[in-house]
């Protein structure tokens, strides 16, 4: 199902609408919203501007309950919860009166990918604007019935009032009309004193049922007569499997094997003999593709690969000034795993020539073009809803085994079909974040600032998301077999393999060069936070170097260089709630700082450590870490501290233990032993975030904000404590088990 007219089908009921009266403010609302892209309505904010219409976002039932629409998704985030306070607290209504519904290609607007910490910045601004719409257009419904002025009116609790008696619920208020009418951009939104929900913490919608056991995730799905599946493939991508699929067909328990060229799925009742049935599969032989080059020895071997350089900024203020000291430094990362606690899933079902495919991936929309084309069927036919998953943030396998489970589906015609791969199959498969090296050179001058600035970074794509068949392993299985789409970079100003390589500092001259390599003998693709995790690593340990050599306080010669006001404003308050200038180093313990803008247009975060390296033992402790954020007009402050919490403690993960096997041919890493992540006795002792809420101001992305500077602040204060500079990620190495 797709389109208006599928929305309309599938939901039934009355869809609000009012005929476009000239606009009234009501008494208690003030503010305007933010410009929006020029898209269909360029006068309109967020994503309202590409789906103007408000019956795409907003549904009032007979009985008060209001749907909202969003084409992003639940990944964890706790942008379920910010999306309803906005849509509750422009509207009037209870929070427990809002019904989410998320990512459903037949049901909700195209809003892409939900990636890049734009959730908020997208469509919750055109969610905040479009309640605010119908609020105003329900009051002025409500002002014609009664035969006075909007201005006279107020709302409360999902009803329009009078002041002296008469009360129109919205329900009643929507029974005669259509919301099939175009958002008007000159509707303000709630005076910041006349909000009860934005920006205050409002316990998670999402987090009941997944503390109590309920079904939350794909995983968790069950329909009548539903069969499970799972994909036979070599041990890791690059290679290829060639069992003998007649002893499969023999196997207690496999009632079915699919096989479409040289993709292969067994099928049964149940999942045990199937995991069973892999294992024996998984003996048989297999074989390199001949199509993958071998892996150059990293990080090294990335200096070597085909190379597309870009000059993506060059600036020369002040060409004359004259440096007294020159640094270098070079920064890398490994290969890194997404790590998501739970394999991939989906849930496919192909009846009456439609496909519906239940699937945790974060991009429902593009998934379905390219579903559609693994099965030569025309993408109306095709319909991809989102569950939530085992949590992700990039681009795992969910994808793959969406169109895994299609493919199965179709072969199986009335029949839900459930696939899961296993954890072996997840961390050969699935795409990795890209190995990536930073050179940094900088003069200082004899007052000891910054004179010049060359950043050059090197990396694969960020993004091999699929758009079409080719980029789902399937499509290479297949007969005939799909291309991938040709890699290519991000653009700034979001950047991939660059984003953040550009300082936000003020350097009278730098030059800053990103070399795309095409060539990926790893499959890869987005991992959090894309380029940002290492090129903030070499910006702000460099930073921290630079100030060394120049004899001055870290977080002083941060402020010296910078001419933002919203910056300097985090810095100072995070260096303020740490204690930054009354710390006392201790033998093998030392504090570290950095900051970024998360794509120099999203969120402000600083972050400062308290790091105690044990000698011997392979292992560090953080004593204490402590953030200030900064994003904008703050939905959530605790959803917010949520997010940089949460992505303090993955890049602590990252920075300090993880990295994925080669051995030049294959991946050598398939489960937690030989790839664990950080441990509970790693993770740190105190974690305290502070948010600076400016209301008003645009939402600015925060879930990827802190992995950039956590993992900066990591490498100063092991540096600190140890007087050694560490550059090479993994920085401790490897995570031992803890006993």
């Given at each position: ?501 550009i300082p936000l500092y003020r350097f009278p001259n730098q030059t800053i060069v990103s070399h795309f ?223």
């Amino acid at each position: 199902m797709s389109g208006e007219a599928s929305r309309r089908d599938v939901l039934g009921g009355l869809l609000v609408a009012f005929s476009l009266a000239p606009s009234t403010a009501l008494s208690q609302t003030g503010g305007e919203g933010s410009g929006g892209p020029p898209t269909i309505a360029p006068d309109l904010p967020g994503t309202l501007a590409k789906f103007p219409d408000l019956d795409a976002w907003i549904r009032i039932a007979p009985d008060g309950r209001v749907t909202v629409f969003t084409g992003k998704v639940e990944l964890s985030t706790g942008v379920k919860t910010a999306m309803a306070q906005l849509a509750a607290d422009e509207l009037d209504v209870a929070i427990d009166r809002i019904d989410l519904i998320t990512g459903d290609t037949g049901l909700t607007p195209n809003e892409g990918v939900t990636a890049g910490s734009q959730t908020l910045e997208q469509s919750g601004t055109a969610i905040a604007n479009a309640a605010a719409n119908v609020r105003l257009l329900l009051a002025e419904a409500a002002a014609t019935r009664w035969g006075v002025a909007a201005t006279t009116l107020f709302t409360r609790d999902g009803a329009v009032l009078d002041g002296q008696g008469r009360r129109a619920t919205y329900a009643g208020l929507a029974a005669s009309t259509s919301l099939a009418v175009r958002a008007r951009a000159d509707v303000p939104r709630k005076r910041r004193e006349a909000r009860r929900l934005i920006g205050r913490p409002v316990p998670r919608v999402d987090l009941p049922a997944k503390l109590t056991g309920l079904p939350s995730y794909v995983h968790d799905m069950r329909l009548p007569g539903m069969v499970h599946a799972r994909v036979l493939r070599g041990p890791s991508s690059g290679t290829q499997l060639t069992p003998d699929l007649s002893v499969l067909r023999r196997r207690p328990g496999v009632a079915r094997v699919v096989q479409v060229g040289r993709f292969a799925a067994i099928v049964g009742p149940h999942e045990w003999p199937l995991e069973q049935a892999l294992r024996v599969a998984n003996r048989g032989l297999w074989v390199r593709d001949p199509s993958v080059p071998a892996l150059f020895p990293m990080p090294a071997g990335l200096l070597d690969m085909r190379r597309e350089s870009q000059v993506i900024d060059n600036r020369r203020d002040d060409p004359e000034a004259r440096g007294v000291q020159q640094l270098s430094a070079r920064y890398d990362r490994p290969y890194l795993m997404h790590g998501a606690i739970g394999p991939t899933c989906a849930v496919a079902l192909f009846a009456e020539d439609r496909l519906t495919v239940w699937t945790h991936s974060q991009g429902v929309e593009p998934l379905r073009q390219a579903i559609a084309e693994l099965l030569a069927i025309p993408a109306d036919r095709v319909r991809c809803v989102h569950r939530e998953g085992a949590g992700c943030y990039g681009h795992n396998g969910a994808d793959d085994v969406a169109g895994d489970a299609a493919l199965i589906a179709r072969a199986m015609p009335g029949v839900p079909v459930r696939l899961q791969w296993s954890r072996e199959q997840e961390y050969g498969w699935e795409p990795l974040g890209p190995a990536m090296l930073a050179q940094v050179d900088a003069t200082l001058d004899a007052s000891g600032r910054i004179v010049d600035w060359r950043h050059q970074v090197w990396s694969n794509t960020h993004s091999t998301r699929p758009v079409a068949a080719g980029d789902l392993l399937a499509g290479a299985e297949v007969v005939s077999s799909f291309k991938p789409t040709p890699p290519k970079p991000i653009p700034q100003p979001n950047g991939g393999g660059d984003r953040n390589a550009i300082p936000l500092y003020r350097f009278p001259n730098q030059t800053i060069v990103s070399h795309f390599l095409p060539d990926m003998p790893v499959r890869v693709s987005a991992l959090r936070g894309l380029g940002a995790h290492l090129n903030i690593f070499a910006l702000e340990s460099f930073m921290d170097e630079l100030s060394a050599a120049a004899g001055q306080d870290p977080v002083a010669f941060l402020l010296a260089h910078l001419d933002d006001p919203r910056a300097a404003a985090v810095i100072r308050q995070a260096a303020a709630r740490s204690g930054w200038a009354r710390y006392r180093s201790a033998p093998n313990r030392g504090r570290g700082f950095a900051f970024a803008r998360y794509k120099n247009h999203g969120a402000y975060c600083a972050i400062a450590l308290d790091v105690e390296r044990i000698p011997d033992e392979g292992r560090l402790i953080v004593h204490r870490a402590v953030a200030a954020v900064d994003s904008g007009e703050a939905v959530n402050p605790d959803g917010i501290r949520n997010q940089v919490e949460g992505g303090i403690v993955q890049s602590l993960s990252w920075t300090a233990f993880e990295a994925a096997g080669h051995d030049g041919a294959r991946r050598t890493d398939y489960d937690w032993s030989t790839y664990p992540i950080l441990r509970f006795a790693d993770a740190p002792r105190s974690v305290k975030v502070e948010v600076i809420d400016r209301p008003g101001t645009p939402f600015l992305g925060t879930g990827e904000c802190a992995q950039g500077p956590t993992a900066a602040a990591l490498a100063n204060a092991l540096a600190s404590a140890t007087g050694e500079r560490l550059r090479n990620m993994p920085l401790i190495g490897r995570s031992l088990p803890q006993t």
